[in-house]
Structures are given as C-alpha cells and as structure tokens.
T-cell receptor, first 114, second 111 residues
Framework: DAGVTQSPTHLIKTRGQQVTLRCSPI?????VSWYQQVLGQGPQFIFQ???????GRGNFPDRFSARQFPNYSSELNVNALLLGDSALYLC?????????????FGPGTRLTVL | AQSVTQLDSQVPVFEEAPVELRCNYS??????LFWYVQYPNQGLQLLLK??????LVKGINGFEAEFNKSQTSFHLRKPSVHISDTAEYFC?????????FGTGTRLQVFP
C-alpha cells in the first residue's frame, strides 16, 4: 500500500497570501490530522478530521481551516499568511479517532513565507 | 494540559555504544506514550508506543522504552547504535484527542 502523500513538497508564499496544502491518506484510513512543525520544535496539533467532520482543534487562529473529502483526503488552508507560519506541515492518518491508534505521517509540506 | 520535556537537545554517541534518550511528561493520570523518529527531510515514523500492560515496550530497529509512572518518564534506549540511527527523536504523550510532542532530541552517531 502507498503511504500518506502530501502535496506540494515545497511552497514559497509572501505575507498576506493564502495557501492550500493537500493530504491523501493510506487506503482504509478515515482519520486525518494536521500538525505544524516549526524549525527546531516538535510538531503541534492543528486539526483532526474523521468522516468529514472536525473532531479536534488545536490552539491556532481562525486563519487556519481544513476540510475532509468523501474519499478521506484532506486540505489545510491558511489565510493571510504571516512570517511565523513558515514551517513543515505534516499530515497524519489513522483508522479511527482514538489517539491510541497508530498515526502514519506523510513527508510534509515545507512552507516558506517571505 | 499535558506537556513533554526532552531534556537533551543533542546526544552524540559513538557507533556500537549504548544510548538513552530521556523523556518526562507532566501528568500522572493515565496517558499513552509514544516515541517517533524523523530522518532528514522525512515525516515521523513510529518507533514504539505504550498503551497499558508491561512497562517495558519493545519497538522497531532494536529500540525499547520503559514506562515509569512514579517518575512520569518514558526513556528510550538502544544497547548498540548504528550510524543509520542518526536522526531526530520525538517523545509524545496523549492529551484527549491529540498528541503533544516534545521538542526533540538530535541523536548523532559517530563512526
């Protein structure tokens, strides 16, 4: 089976712009979580979606939004980009919503905001 | 809210030597604990996890970790490291519906 895929791999934007990141889960996985990993830090939880519904949200501003599609893929949108949004954005997928379930991470999208 | 402390930001070690990467978490309530590894320019890969039962957990690539409830620790160990173990290692703890990660420990293995 293919692993979790994310696109694009790299992205450069300027302040104030909007960005959309995409994630395709492993076949059979219905849960998608998004994490932000700033350089030198551990990943921080942004959202979890399951069966197209938001199941959890981290401490991020409303500029961050996400959605999940019927095929369980997901998009993360960030509006009005700030320099501080520069980070590696990771998608993790799993079979269910329990945090005990193993989450499988994609390679990430490296976002640079200039 | 839960928090995770990885006291060592970098751990240098020679090949074939043993290594321990330290992790402490904030709460003594029931939690799930995880260790992930991140190789350069890649996502995170699960090494092992503790959900319940035996406090000694064995993972992939020869790693193991011991859950110590009284010390609120979950240290990662490997008896003999290889050059290929050079990577960033993250400890994580469950907090309701999400994982809380530590800041990571950079393991550098020298020949």
């Amino acid at each position: 089976d293919a692993g979790v895929t994310q696109s694009p791999t790299h992205l450069i934007k300027t302040r104030g712009q909007q960005v959309t990141l995409r994630c395709s889960p492993i076949s059979g996985h219905k849960s998608v979580s998004w994490y932000q990993q700033v350089l030198g830090q551990g990943p921080q939880f942004i959202f979890q979606y399951y069966e197209k519904e938001e199941r959890g949200r981290g401490n991020f501003p409303d500029r961050f939004s996400a959605r999940q599609f019927p095929n369980y893929s997901s998009e993360l949108n960030v509006n009005a980009l700030l320099l501080g949004d520069s980070a590696l954005y990771l998608c993790a997928t799993g079979r269910g919503t329990s945090v005990a379930d193993t989450q499988y991470f994609g390679p990430g999208t490296r976002l640079t905001v200039l | 809210a839960q928090s995770v402390t990885q006291l060592d930001s970098q751990v240098p070690v020679f090949e074939e030597a043993p290594v321990e990467l330290r992790c402490n978490y904030s709460s003594s309530v029931s939690v799930y604990l995880f260790w992930y590894v991140q190789y350069p320019n890649q996502g995170l890969q699960l090494l092992l996890k503790y959900l319940s039962g035996s406090t000694l957990v064995k993972g992939i690539n020869g790693f193991e970790a011991e859950f110590n409830k009284s010390q609120t620790s979950f240290h990662l160990r490997k008896p003999s490291v290889h050059i290929s173990d050079t990577a960033e290692y993250f400890c994580a703890v469950s907090d309701t519906d999400k994982l809380i990660f530590g800041t990571g420990t950079r393991l550098q293995v020298f020949p």
